[in-house]
């Protein structure tokens, strides 16, 4: 086996506290494209859409993206084995929290409980009037933009846009958790979104060792990643699942 591969299950298997960071990149495997890039998803749609001023102001125009991007696209999307191993090592209590960057849902329904939402979640809608929470489902998304049932203000898709703050309480329960870790595990993330990408720097900070799974080398690689295993996030879980048992 592998020398890194070896050396991060050694890792994974006498942690004290482990967590996982995750982004975009473990999606990928899924379907869903990153944001930007070559095939990204900002070369088909417009990022004006996830402008939250902008949002305001052309509600339906924005929405016609957002369905497209969020429901059609997005809403049809499986979870993939990188997500499944995730929620297995939760279940079987080695992996003790998980922040994610990703809206996609994915983590939570391959069973993962202890998601911390950094930028929300595309799969709930809210309104911004009442705070009342809804499922996408629960109305027929060809008529846009959907309303509140109880105010009829228009409802939003309950995650970070553009010129929005981070959700309070996932940010605390990040900074904690990070400094909480011994061992932090980084999977498909560039490291450039702020404040998210502080939250692994923050953990190496107080002592964590960190793990790091890509295709290829990013912002972490050279700062404060430890032990770096290139690869598909599902290929290279898979192989730690197997070689910790
Ligand atoms: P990013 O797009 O900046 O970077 C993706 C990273 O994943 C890259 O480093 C890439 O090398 C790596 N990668 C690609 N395929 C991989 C694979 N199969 N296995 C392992 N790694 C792989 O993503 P980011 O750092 O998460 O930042 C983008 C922002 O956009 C985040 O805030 C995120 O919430 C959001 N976003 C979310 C989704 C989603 O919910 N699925 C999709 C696109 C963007």
Redesign the pocket.
């Known amino acids: 086996m592998d020398k890194n591969l070896q050396a991060a299950a050694d890792k994974i298997k006498t942690a004290r506290h482990l967590i996982a960071f ?9 379907g ?6 070559e095939n ?2 900002w070369s088909k749609y417009d990022p004006q859409c996830l402008d939250l001023d902008f949002f305001h102001a052309h509600p339906q125009k924005a929405w016609i993206a957002i369905k497209s991007i969020f429901y059609d696209f ?1 809403g049809t ?1 499986q979870y993939n084995p ?1 997500h499944q191993v995730l929620a297995n090592w939760e279940h079987e209590g080695i992996l003790k929290a998980l922040i ?7 983590h939570q329904e391959a069973g993962s409980k202890n998601v911390i939402e ?2 929300g979640n ?1 799969q709930k809608l809210i309104c911004e009037a009442c705070h009342q929470q809804f499922l996408p489902s629960d109305f027929d998304l060809k008529v846009l933009p959907p309303l509140c049932p109880h105010d009829r203000s228009v409802l939003k898709p309950d ?2 846009f553009f010129g929005e703050g981070i959700p309070e309480k996932a940010y605390q329960r990040s900074i904690l958790e990070a400094k909480n870790a011994d061992v932090v595990l980084i ?7 702020m404040p ?2 502080m939250i692994p720097r923050e953990a190496k900070q107080y002592g964590a060792i960190i793990i790091e ?6 912002n972490y690689t050279n700062e404060i990643t430890d032990i770096f295993l290139q ?6 879980l898979k192989e730690l699942e197997q070689s910790i048992m």
């Open positions: 995750t982004g975009a990149g473990i999606s990928v495997e899924s869903i494209p990153p944001f930007r890039g990204g998803l997005f999307a990188a994610t960057q990703n809206i996609d849902n994915l950094f930028h595309s995650f970070v999977i498909g993330t560039t490291g450039e979104v998210a990408a799974i890509n295709t290829e080398v990013s690869g598909k996030a599902s290929n290279i």
